[in-house]
């Protein structure tokens, strides 16, 4: 019997359709072709558009750091400033029964080994006086409150210095009630049936400290710094 004869379409009928897996596989390499000929991303393009202000904050970071440094050397080296009364004087001194009359001259001194930045200003100090019982048992007894003393004007006190100024000040104790302790002692230390060396005790106390110190106010006005003297009166 006669063969039949075999068609290029008999062939193509007969084979399997293509599977799900080839089909997917098929469409990615059409769209890798496509992307390909069409993406115009570049790795400059990626770059973030804030590296400027990255840099700008690490410089801030830095100074800050720095700083911060800076005043932590500043503290380690700090050594404490002295502060005292290196004399108090007496001038004019009159005393009666009645009354005494006398000038202060308080003479201050600050030693300020520290280097800069710690320079600083005494806007204002005060110095309260304050009268002692030289002959009572513990050489106090009762203070009286004689006067007050304030800086005339500011004073700078520089790195590595030492500093010397005068609080002034004029006393006039009047007889009355609430004096008369006070006038009887100084007419016992210093009145004109005393005999020489004439001396009283005074009590010098530093308080109402305003400065600044680097550039920075500073309020002592809760720091005192009391001195006691065995002053001339003669």
């Not at 801030?60 to 005292?84: D, R, S, W, Y």
């Not at 009572?136 to 800086?151: F, N, P, Q, R, S």
């Not at 590595?160 to 104790?173: G, K, P």
């Amino acid at each position: 019997p006669q063969q039949a004869s075999t068609f290029p379409s008999d062939r193509i009928l007969r084979q399997a359709p293509p599977s799900l897996a080839q089909s997917k596989m098929a469409e990615k390499h059409l769209v890798a072709h496509t992307d390909t000929g069409t993406d115009t991303n570049t790795d400059t393009d990626k770059q973030p558009f804030c590296t400027g202000m990255r840099c700008c904050c690490c410089t801030f970071f830095l100074l800050i750091l720095a700083i911060g440094l800076f005043a932590a050397i500043v503290v380690a080296n700090f050594v404490q400033p002295e502060v005292t009364v290196k004399k108090t004087q007496f001038t004019g001194f009159m005393v009666s029964p009645s009354q005494a009359t006398f000038d202060v001259d308080l003479s201050i001194f600050i030693d300020n080994p520290n280097d800069w930045p710690i320079k600083a200003t005494i806007q204002e100090l005060k110095a309260n006086l304050y009268s002692l019982d030289k002959k009572a048992a513990d050489e106090i007894g009762v203070a009286h409150y004689m006067g007050l003393a304030t800086l005339p004007k500011p004073v700078v006190v520089d790195v590595q210095s030492q500093t010397t100024f005068i609080l002034a000040t004029n006393v006039t104790i009047k007889s009355n009630p609430e004096s008369a302790d006070l006038l009887s002692r100084l007419n016992r230390d210093c009145g004109t049936l005393t005999a020489s060396p004439k001396t009283t005790k005074v009590r010098v106390v530093l308080a109402d400290t305003v400065a600044s110190v680097a550039g920075v106010d500073v309020d002592l006005s809760g720091y005192e710094i009391p001195v006691e003297f065995l002053v001339p009166c003669e």
